[in-house]
């Protein structure tokens, strides 16, 4: 549980420091362009074992242009430092305009032929994801995102 919740604060503050870039100096408001109803989501993969390679080579060859593509947008990917997690640990952040366009965007990319190809295919010797959470996050109002 302490990797978990350890890997959890290093993820919250690697979102910080994206929407501080991402907004205004002088007011602390978003910057251009930036929604505030945009929800993030925070997704852990744990894989089979041996199957963390394969996973990689799914979200490189499909998963995050098909994200894109339905409405989701990459925000970063991360293999934790703990001996423990290396091996069969992917930890990664996707937005989304708004939580119900979040639902929208999960169901357009289930829904898609490409993906539903692609994971047929990388399921040919044996399923790659052994247990999948995620977490949705908002900013609070202190948020430089606000």
């Known amino acids: 549980m302490k990797n978990f919740l350890t890997l959890l604060f290093s993820a919250s ?15 602390g ?18 894989t089979n074992e041996g199957k963390l390679d394969d996973l990689h080579r799914r979200f490189i060859n499909h998963t995050l242009e098909l994200f894109e593509r339905h409405g989701m ?12 997690l290396k091996e069969n640990t992917l930890v990664f952040i996707i937005s989304h305009e708004s939580a119900e366009a979040a639902e929208a965007n999960w169901d357009a990319f289930r829904a898609d032929p490409e ?32």
Request: aromatic share 12%.
């Open 73 to 84: 947008t990459n925000v970063g990917y991360w293999i934790p430092n703990d001996p423990e």
């Open 115 to 146: 993906w539903q190809r692609a994971y047929e295919e990388s399921h040919a010797d044996g399923a790659l994801v052994r247990h999948a959470e995620s977490v949705f996050m908002s900013a609070t109002p202190y948020s430089p995102m606000r």
């Open 13 to 27: 503050a690697l979102i910080v420091s994206f929407l501080m870039v991402n907004t205004s100096p002088e007011s």
């Open 29 to 46: 408001e978003p910057a251009d362009g930036l929604n505030p109803d945009r929800v993030y989501e925070m997704r852990t993969y744990t």
